[in-house]
């Protein structure tokens, strides 16, 4: 069965200290690797796919990165804006499979 | 315009009674889904529907029945609901390839 693993659950920053969040996942034929944002009270917002191994994207603060095993979000000096819980998710040949995310408190 | 939007977004109901939850979806997409997040956050899927045909039922109990009446369409009916039940459900859509998945904002339900 496919699965995805976040660490940490929480992480707690001082604005402009980047960091990074993990994503461990075994999947049967990898289709995608996700991530997305969830505010409180909101539903998860769309932020990237990853299809291959060294694949990279980069969005305002964010980059996320993809190997065979893990994929890396990296928050470069973030606001307290970016504070939100982060999502993985792989796509199998038939479903995708969420983590339980991390939750980034980005402090002033 | 809201891309996906679902209703009612509270909802508080007592234990034995039925509720439905409605999803609409204006991005032209084939392929919709139904979420359920738990109180830790775990997001599970639960039904998803392609161009109104039911293509994945995870194990969830018989008193949950989704219906499709079109593509734009994915409602969610819970039969003599249960203290368990409570979570937030998610509708989505995506297209076919599912390479993006677009969610609604998320019903909140509470059983008492």
């Known amino acids: 069965e496919d699965q995805v693993t976040q660490s940490p659950e929480a992480l707690r920053l001082q604005e402009g200290e980047s960091s990074s969040l993990n994503c461990s996942y075994t999947?049967?034929?990898?289709?995608?690797l996700f991530w997305y944002r969830q505010d409180p009270g909101k539903g998860p917002e769309f932020l990237f796919t990853?299809?291959?191994a060294g694949e990279e994207k980069e969005k305002e603060r964010l980059k996320a990165t993809l190997t065979k095993k893990e994929s890396f979000l990296h928050i470069t000096a973030p606001k307290p804006e970016d504070s939100a819980t982060y999502l993985c998710a792989v796509r199998g040949y038939q479903k995708v499979t969420f983590g339980t995310g991390t939750k980034l408190q980005v402090i002033p | 315009d809201t891309a996906v939007s679902q209703t009612p977004k509270y909802l508080v109901t007592q234990m034995g009674n039925d509720k439905s939850i409605k999803c609409e979806q204006n991005?032209?997409?084939?392929?919709m889904y139904w979420y359920k997040q738990d109180s830790k956050k775990f997001l599970k899927i639960m039904f998803s529907y392609n161009n109104k045909e039911l293509i994945i039922n995870e194990t969830v109990p018989n008193r949950f029945s989704p219906k499709s009446p079109d593509k734009a369409h994915l409602n969610l009916h819970i039969n003599s609901l249960e203290l368990g039940d409570s979570a937030v459900y998610f509708c989505?859509?995506?297209?076919?390839?599912?390479?993006?998945?677009?969610f609604g904002e998320g019903s909140w339900l509470t059983v008492v």
């Open positions: 989505a859509s995506s297209s076919t390839s599912g390479n993006t998945i677009y």
């Open positions: 990853l299809y291959s």
């Open positions: 991005l032209g997409h084939d392929t």
């Open positions: 999947v049967s034929g990898l289709r995608g």
